[in-house]
């Protein structure tokens, strides 16, 4: 076997916000309507904080809001209480938000045998009705979310569904999604969105040449 030969396409894994499709603004502007009770200063603080870690969950975002710009430590109920509220503020919008130009496309025509997983950082009961909602789980093997890690999620269908890591890829817009994926040894396809990835990253604007910037990572 040619040693420089490039391995063979096992899975891909997505994000989904801002990914799948274009919701990044409405979660955005939930942070801005759920802490409005604050000072302007607070509440972009916390809007940053929220932009510059895309892909985590909103209880651990929440829970950091309170401890380390308003000072004040929640407890975990309380925590919850938080994250049902923007639940509510997000759920039907999301539903209804536009595909990110290219995303169904691509997974309407996706490769045949080759396993397409979402990991996200939305809990993962809401995800799956959204997905539901949204009559597009079918194009997904597995929908998992918070509270779990992503890169545990990552290893968990490695080992289960037996795959390579150097064998698959996967698509984010986050520093989350790039991190889980170098911890996990999986390839990185960026989607541009508000955080710039390390020089050298892969990045698309959307994902109208998804399919051709797999195609060019693997044989």
Request: hydrophobic residues 40%; charged residues 25%; negative net charge.
């Given at each position: 076997?040619?040693?420089?030969?490039?391995?063979?396409?096992?899975?891909?894994?997505?994000?989904?916000?801002?990914?799948?499709?274009?919701?990044?603004?409405?979660?955005?502007?939930?942070?801005?309507?759920?802490?409005?009770?604050?000072?302007?200063?607070?509440?972009?603080?916390?809007?940053?904080?929220?932009?510059?870690?895309?892909?985590?969950?909103?209880?651990?975002?929440?829970?950091?809001?309170?401890?380390?710009?308003?000072?004040?430590?929640?407890?975990?109920?309380?925590?919850?209480?938080?994250?049902?509220?923007?639940?509510?503020?997000?759920?039907?919008?999301?539903?209804?938000?536009?595909?990110?130009?290219?995303?169904?496309?691509?997974?309407?025509?996706?490769?045949?045998?080759?396993p397409c997983f979402v990991?996200?950082?939305?809990?993962?009961?809401?995800?799956?009705?959204?997905?539901?909602?949204?009559?597009?789980?079918?194009?997904?093997?597995?929908?998992?979310?918070?509270?779990?890690?992503?890169?545990?999620?990552?290893?968990?269908?490695?080992?289960?569904?037996?795959?390579?890591?150097?064998?698959?890829?996967?698509?984010?817009?986050?520093?989350?999604?790039?991190?889980?994926?170098?911890?996990?040894?999986?390839?990185?396809?960026?989607?541009?969105?508000?955080?710039?990835?390390?020089?050298?990253?892969?990045?698309?604007?959307?994902?109208?040449?998804?399919?051709?910037?797999?195609?060019?990572?693997?044989?």
């Amino acid at each position: 076997m040619d040693v420089l030969a490039k391995p063979a396409l096992q899975a891909i894994f997505f994000d989904f916000d801002g990914v799948v499709i274009d919701s990044t603004l409405t979660k955005t502007q939930a942070f801005y309507s759920l802490f409005a009770g604050f000072d302007d200063e607070i509440v972009d603080q916390v809007v940053a904080y929220h932009q510059q870690h895309g892909g985590i969950s909103r209880v651990d975002k929440i829970d950091y809001a309170h401890r380390n710009i308003i000072g004040k430590q929640l407890e975990t109920a309380e925590v919850e209480q938080w994250a049902t509220r923007y639940s509510e503020l997000v759920f039907e919008k999301v539903i209804g938000v536009e595909w990110i130009p290219g995303a169904k496309e691509f997974l309407e025509a996706k490769p045949d045998g080759v396993p397409c997983f979402v990991i996200s950082g939305t809990p993962e009961g809401e995800l799956k009705m959204i997905l539901a909602r949204r009559e597009i789980s079918y194009h997904f093997s597995e929908i998992l979310g918070s509270p779990v890690r992503k890169p545990n999620h990552i290893r968990d269908i490695l080992s289960g569904y037996q795959l390579s890591a150097e064998r698959c890829v996967f698509i984010g817009d986050a520093l989350t999604d790039y991190n889980a994926a170098h911890e996990t040894g999986l390839h990185f396809i960026g989607i541009q969105g508000e955080v710039p990835f390390p020089e050298g990253t892969v990045v698309l604007k959307d994902c109208c040449h998804l399919h051709e910037t797999i195609t060019s990572m693997f044989s």
